[in-house]
C-alpha cells in the first residue's frame, strides 16, 4: 500500500500493478544445464598420445586419431589437444598432425602448445580447431 500511496502522490496515473510490471527484480538465475558435458583432454608429445600424473613420468597410449574416434563413438561434447611438451622442447606445432586429428573429429576442438604468435593461431584455426588454449 506504501508503494501505492508514494507513486499516486507523485504521479496519480501509476498504480501499484503498474509499477510492479515496470520494477520486475533484477535477479535473475542461470540457465540449468540438462546434463554434465563431456570435455575429455589429451596430451600430445611427439605425435604420440600420453597420459601423465602431474605432467610428470609420461605414459605412452597410443595414436590420438584412435583416441578420437573412440570419443566421436562416446558422442563427448568437446575435444581439447594439448601438445604439453612443445613449448619445453622448443618445437614448432606438427600442422599436418593436428589437421589430421582435426579431420576426425565430429566434434568442437581447441589445441594448445607452442603457439607464440597470432600467425600459429591462425593456422590451428585453419587445421579445423574452433578454438586456441
Known sequence: MRIQQIHESTNPQITKSTYQRIHKPTTTHPPKMSRARIIPVLLLSKGGLYKTQKF???????????????????????LILLDYTAGREKRSIDFAKIEEI???AFMPMA??????????????FDCGFEKVV
Open 102 to 104: 582435426a579431420g576426425e
Open 111 to 124: 589445441y594448445g602448445g607452442a603457439i607464440k604468435s597470432f600467425e600459429d593461431a591462425k593456422k590451428v
Open 56 to 78: 610428470q613420468k609420461p605414459v605412452y597410449i597410443g595414436d590420438p586419431i584412435n583416441s578420437v574416434k573412440i570419443f566421436n563413438e562416446k558422442q563427448a561434447d568437446e
